[in-house]
């Protein structure tokens, strides 16, 4: 016989033996333990014909003008959108019990203002939250710090004037950063720096805020795959040259950052007019900038070099070839090989390693190729310091030998003559004297009278001999060569030779 339907409570009360004898506030308690054992009893209470809507584990609240979160949400819940209602704040008690599943959480256009320190405890599993389109203003320290899963996080469109450097420490899987088209004017630099807590961050969007300036100098040594997803377009920036060169470098590589939205980089150039202009026209009347070229690499003899392959993207893998289209290859006799980074190293550099490097990256979606030109000195790097060396010796002897050459033509010891009192004997002229000056050295009375003829100047027309020749003696053609003829014979020289031979030694002047 069929018996009447009875209560959950009671057909489990009366499956358990001497149920009937315990007190009511026991009956109560096992009834709350029942629900507690079934799976999902706990959001049983959610109505999802009239509050939201549900399709398997994902459920949808938006656009039904809530104020709150519904309570008992299903614990297999893992999308849950509530954007478009009027959600002002997020308190922890938001869920009283952990949702383990939900991974996926959209709380835009709310005009949400507040979130509390606990907001997330208990949905630690979160890998995509959604708070853009709201009020929020400030980032407090370590109000993110439980979301350890987290991968995407999305703020843009707020009204964010004040991020904490600690905002973000603890989300060790935040790879994609929106804060784009809010009011901040700090660059939060420690997002991207090395040795970072935010380590996997790929994509940083600070773009249509009010950042003037960037820290260029940490943004060049950034590996190109942060580069590619790092954008701050938009931003009353001030022109400068360095600021032309990184993004010129940029749309060089093509990195997506620089090429999609190479318009809406601008920057106002300094005066009182507060011009605006495009950060790629810098290199012509604006400020003249230099037009940025891609440097080659260069390395000496026997220098031990390492060639990077900075790829767009992270985790590819690489292949190098040598100029020639050699593959490097493992286990060869080669003197480069691929280090376990990815990149390309050269042991001892020679002058045949210069030439063009090509590094092919592949992934499961995406291939890169990219090339390193190489130019390799024909000297060590310490040899240019001997050659400059060299240089600075040969430099300084020839300073050392003008000085000698102009002491001995200045500061020579003053002669004889030059000294009062202190005249030399008779006859005792000297080869040197009569190098330097035909004047007499001394006060010779017998040579006076030598003082008064005069000296005859040679014209050279007048020494020409027979077929041209010089005559040295300077007498006519025919007697001067029958009269040198006949003394020569005899074993005699005229007496003008031998004057003319030894006014080279003496400082006589020749006379007429």
């Known amino acids: 016989m069929l018996q009447p339907f009875a209560k959950a409570g009671d057909s489990l009360l009366e499956t358990l033996p001497h149920q009937r004898k315990r007190p009511r506030w026991a009956h109560f308690l096992l009834a709350c333990t029942a629900l507690l054992w079934f799976p999902g009893a706990a959001g049983s209470a959610l109505n999802c014909h009239k509050i ?5 584990n994902i459920v949808s609240c ?4 809530l104020t709150t979160v519904p309570t008992g949400l299903p614990l297999y819940t ?9 959600i002002t704040r997020l308190r922890s008690e938001w869920t009283p019990v952990k949702l383990l599943k939900l991974h996926n959480l959209l709380l835009s256009h709310n005009g949400l203002h507040f979130l509390s320190s606990e907001a997330f405890i208990y949905v630690k599993q979160l890998r995509y939250l959604d708070l853009s389109s709201n009020s929020l203003r400030h980032l407090d320290e370590f109000i993110f710090e439980h979301l350890v899963n987290l ?12 991020i904490d450097g600690s905002a973000f420490v603890g989300m060790i899987n935040l790879q994609k950063l929106y804060l784009s088209q809010n009011q901040f004017s700090r660059f939060p630099v420690e997002l991207i720096k090395d040795k970072t807590p935010v380590e996997k961050l790929s994509l940083l969007d600070v773009s249509s805020n009010k950042i003037k300036v960037i820290p260029i100098n940490d943004l060049k040594v950034l590996p190109a795959w942060i580069k590619n997803g790092l954008y701050f377009h938009n931003n009353p920036l001030l022109c400068h040259c360095d600021l032309y060169t990184l993004l010129a470098h940029w749309y060089i590589r093509k990195l997506n950052s620089a090429v999609d939205f190479k318009d809406d980089y601008t920057c106002v150039l300094p005066g009182p007019h507060k011009t605006q202009v495009g950060v790629f026209d810098l290199s012509g009347d604006s400020m003249n900038c230099s037009t940025f070229k891609e440097a080659d690499e260069e390395a000496f003899l026997e220098q031990m070099l390492v060639l ?14 040598l100029p020639g289209n050699v593959m490097v290859t493992s286990g060869s006799n080669q003197t480069a090989r691929v280090l ?13 390693d210069s030439g063009t ?4 990256a592949m992934s499961d979606t995406v291939n890169e190729t990219m090339y390193v030109v190489l130019k390799v000195h024909n000297f060590t790097m310490n040899g240019s310091g001997d050659a400059l060396s060299t240089a600075y010796t040969t430099l300084v002897g020839c300073l050392a030998s003008v000085v000698l050459v102009l002491m001995y033509l200045y500061l020579t010891p003053c002669r004889c003559f030059c000294c009062p009192g202190k005249g030399k004997t008779q006859g005792d002229d000297s080869i040197h004297s009569s190098m330097l000056s035909v004047t007499p050295t001394h006060e010779d009375p017998a040579l006076k009278a030598e003082l008064n003829r005069h000296v005859a100047f040679i014209d050279s027309k007048d020494l020409q001999g027979q077929n041209g020749k010089l005559n040295p003696n300077g007498d006519d053609e025919d007697d001067d060569m029958d009269a040198e003829a006949g003394s020569l014979r005899k074993g005699r020289r005229k007496k003008s030779v ?14 007429v």
């Open 357 to 360: 490097y090509t590094c092919l």
């Open 52 to 56: 939201c809507i549900c399709a398997s």
């Open 498 to 511: 031998a004057e003319s031979i030894s006014s080279v030694f003496s400082d006589t002047p020749m006379v």
């Open 308 to 321: 990077g392959c900075d790829t767009k993207h992270r985790g590819m893998l690489k292949t190098w070839m």
């Open 340 to 352: 376990p980074d990815g990149n390309l190293q050269i042991s001892s550099v020679k002058p045949e």
């Open 78 to 86: 893992a999308v849950l959108d509530l954007s478009y209602n009027e």
């Open 151 to 162: 991968e995407v996080l999305l703020l843009y469109n707020n009204q964010i004037t004040l």
């Open 62 to 65: 938006s656009k039904m003008n």
